[in-house]
């Protein structure tokens, strides 16, 4: 199997295994970037929009209340249950963001939470969003800001880079932090048809309130995928001392008796030719 082949397998078979807690722990932060990716892309009333890797189906229900017509699709059979279970009313099937099983042309907006970090050729990813977006609609995504933007993601960051073993055989994917520069971003939409001219790129930072100064390291081991994969393969000395460093780091966002992290994201929209 190739290496994009390998990193596939690995992140569908992880999030197979925590389909089941991500809507617990991850989503109360990623639904906080839905309303400015909607507002972003322009989505209302009549709109076909198609949500890729669209997990427990937030960005599709959010569609629909703006009046959108919403199809959601995600590569793992146990999120798509989850999505059909919470949101009946709304079409979610199976499919990979590298082949969309739709036709060209076919929707108004394509919307991707998130979901570019999590394919193993995220410039292929784009191509299919241009392919099955009629002329003059829109891509909207959100990816992660890099650490230096994103004081959340930092602490995380630096306990890994100081602490982990990093050679423990994981399938190398795309970058963590994809698309963190704005022109490297309008190059990439380029290529695959996008009108670079068009694109908007916004950082935004929201608030994810945390129980206790260790929910974040459990959300990664326990919850997450790419750190998860790191993470499983520490020793449990190794796995302490990250441990500690994130609690530590933690601390300073303390506010009475939870912990409230900044974390940001990059909000794009682009126009398809």
């Known amino acids: 199997m190739t290496a994009q082949g390998d990193f596939a397998r690995f992140e569908h078979e992880g999030w197979q295994r925590v389909a089941d807690k991500y809507d617990s722990v991850w989503s109360p932060l990623t639904r906080q970037f839905i309303p400015s990716l909607l507002e972003g892309a322009s989505v209302s009333a009549g709109m076909f929009a198609l949500d890729v890797a669209c997990g427990p189906g937030y960005v599709s229900a959010a569609a629909k209340r703006l009046g959108a017509i919403p199809t959601g699709t995600d590569f793992s059979e146990k999120m798509v249950a989850i999505a059909k279970g919470m949101f009946p009313e709304i079409r979610f099937t199976q499919g990979d963001a590298h082949d969309l099983p739709f036709e060209d042309d076919s929707f108004d907006r394509v919307l991707m939470n998130f979901g570019l970090l999590h394919v193993s050729h995220p410039e292929k990813a784009c191509a299919e969003a241009c392919r099955v977006l009629k002329r003059g609609g829109k891509f909207g995504f959100t990816v992660w800001a890099g650490p230096e933007q994103n004081p959340g993601a930092k602490i995380v960051n630096d306990a890994v880079e100081a602490y982990a073993n990093l050679d423990v055989g994981l399938p190398e994917g795309p970058p963590k932090y994809l698309y963190g520069k704005r022109e490297e971003c309008r190059q990439v939409l380029e290529r695959v048809g996008f009108d670079g001219a068009s694109m908007s790129y ?72």
């Open 202 to 273: 916004e950082t935004r930072t929201v608030e994810w309130h945390h129980p206790h100064a260790g929910y974040y390291f459990e959300a990664e081991r326990n919850a997450g995928v790419r750190t998860a994969g790191i993470l499983a393969r520490q020793s449990p000395e190794t796995l302490d001392a990250i441990r500690i460093a994130i609690e530590n780091g933690i601390k300073q966002y303390a506010r009475g008796n939870k912990f409230v992290l900044p974390m940001a994201a990059h909000v794009v929209v682009v126009s398809k030719n």
